[in-house]
């Protein structure tokens, strides 16, 4: 069987190198793919991104499952065309991805179903959302509508950084911002595979926004994540399933858009235990999707094509009982204007305890070059959350290319628990 997974970022590696250990797969194509995914033998890159050119691909070569890691495509209808013309295809379609595509959409669906979130207020109006600022203060939380590759959100701890968010936000023609109030606790991430009907839970697991050690900076689409995420607790995981996940899942059924793909719930969960919704994702975390995909030990083909066939209700998942912790290698100047086109060496090999999934990479002439904002994800399984990251920090250190920057405190929230 063949099977194509559309993106070229690391969570894209993680699922095609997830899928080709499945017996019942005898080639994934990538499209695009990375350097990564070139050069691995069992994967091979399609240099195809237009949604009509992958369905035409996708028909001839009889796949019988595709799979969507990013957002972009999602948000723009790839599953509606791909099931237009009979492909199966896991993943939201363009109604469902809204969750995602628009922060707006996302507030008022969970306002409706008495979802947890935080209180909010939506403009489009500059003058309007700088005198709710002005009534409500700081700390609070603004949001660009739209997707914004995981950067999309400020956290403005002054009121001048909020009035500074809005108007980068509004100064694109037809921008909308959400305004929210600041939601105190500890993040964590949710994600769930659905069918439209039935849900199975993946692995809980926590990343790290900001760039810099500490939570220090500006937000980034993620520096590095952990698997399990010890926040959350057998009775904060039944909290999420019951208050968030299901009244979610049931809500875009009865409002005719069910929801079919990986649905990510971004959580804050208070010092009770209380969790709220802080986003909802449309597909996998990235680079959550690295570090539960490392510890998942059942068949990941079967779990997708069980949701893309709606018999998720017979899917079962087993993970590893160690600990999986991944840390992002970023280009220099990232998450601005990163640099690009620089050698990569002394990349490790592939180890059952040690993965480099490539993110923004090429591979040129034989060798790998950077060719993004965040470069590598690698991705160590241990015992431990301490020796998960020792193991990782080990191999960060050992790859080379001109202003690598990465986080060295990876987990430090699970180590303080």
């Known amino acids: 069987m063949k099977v194509l997974v559309i993106g070229s970022g690391a969570r894209e590696h993680a699922l095609a190198w997830k899928l080709s250990q499945s017996p019942r797969v005898q080639m994934i194509y990538v499209a695009p793919g990375n350097g990564g995914t070139a050069a691995d033998p069992n994967l091979r890159n399609v240099p195809i991104s237009d949604p009509e050119a992958l369905a035409d691909f996708a028909a001839a070569e009889k796949m019988v499952l595709t799979v969507v890691g990013p957002e972009a495509p999602l948000a723009a209808g790839i599953v509606d065309l791909f099931k237009s013309r009979g492909l199966r295809i896991f993943g939201p379609t363009k109604a469902a991805a809204q969750l995602e595509s628009s922060k707006a959409f996302a507030k008022e669906f969970m306002q409706r179903h008495g979802i947890p979130t935080a209180l909010y207020a939506s403009f489009t109006d500059a003058a309007a959302a700088h005198a709710h600022v002005t009534k409500h203060g700081a700390p609070i939380v603004v949001k660009a509508d739209g997707l914004a590759a ?7 701890l002054t009121a001048d950084e909020a009035h500074a968010a809005i108007d980068g936000m509004l100064s694109v023609p037809g921008g909308r911002v959400v305004i929210e109030e600041f939601m105190d606790g500890e993040e964590a991430s949710f994600i769930v595979a659905c ?18 050690d ?8 993620g520096m590095g994540a952990y698997s399990p995420a ?24 009865k409002e005719g858009m069910p929801f079919t793909g990986f649905l990510y719930a971004g959580l804050m969960i208070d010092a009770q235990g209380q969790p709220r919704t802080v986003e909802f994702n449309a597909r996998l975390g990235d680079p959550e999707a690295e570090v539960i995909l490392m510890r998942m030990k059942s068949d990941l083909f079967d779990l997708l094509m069980h949701g893309a066939e709606g018999t998720l209700d017979k899917a079962e998942v087993q993970y590893d009982r160690r600990v999986a912790l991944g840390i992002v290698m970023a280009a220099a100047g ?11 060496t002394n990349l490790p090999a592939a ?20 060719a993004g904002g965040r470069v590598l994800c690698v ?13 990782a920090l ?24």
């Open 150 to 156: 995981g950067k999309g959100v400020v956290v403005a």
């Open 195 to 212: 069918d439209g009907q039935h849900v199975v839970p993946l692995a809980t697991s926590q990343d790290h926004k900001r760039i810099f």
């Open 214 to 221: 500490g939570d220090q900076g500006p937000n980034t689409g």
């Open 230 to 253: 010890p926040v959350v607790t057998p009775n904060v995981h039944a909290k999420v399933m019951q208050e968030i996940v299901l009244p979610t899942i049931a809500g875009m059924a």
């Open 334 to 344: 990232y998450p601005g204007t990163p640099r690009n086109g620089d050698p990569i």
């Open 351 to 370: 180890r059952e305890d040690l993965m480099v999934f490539h993110a923004g990479t090429k591979a040129a002439d034989g060798h790998v070059l950077s």
């Open 379 to 391: 991705t160590a399984l241990a015992d431990s959350v301490r020796q998960a990251q020792q193991r």
């Open 394 to 417: 080990d191999a960060v250190r050992q790859v080379r290319f001109e202003g690598a920057q990465w986080r060295n405190d990876i987990g430090h929230r699970a180590i303080r628990h």
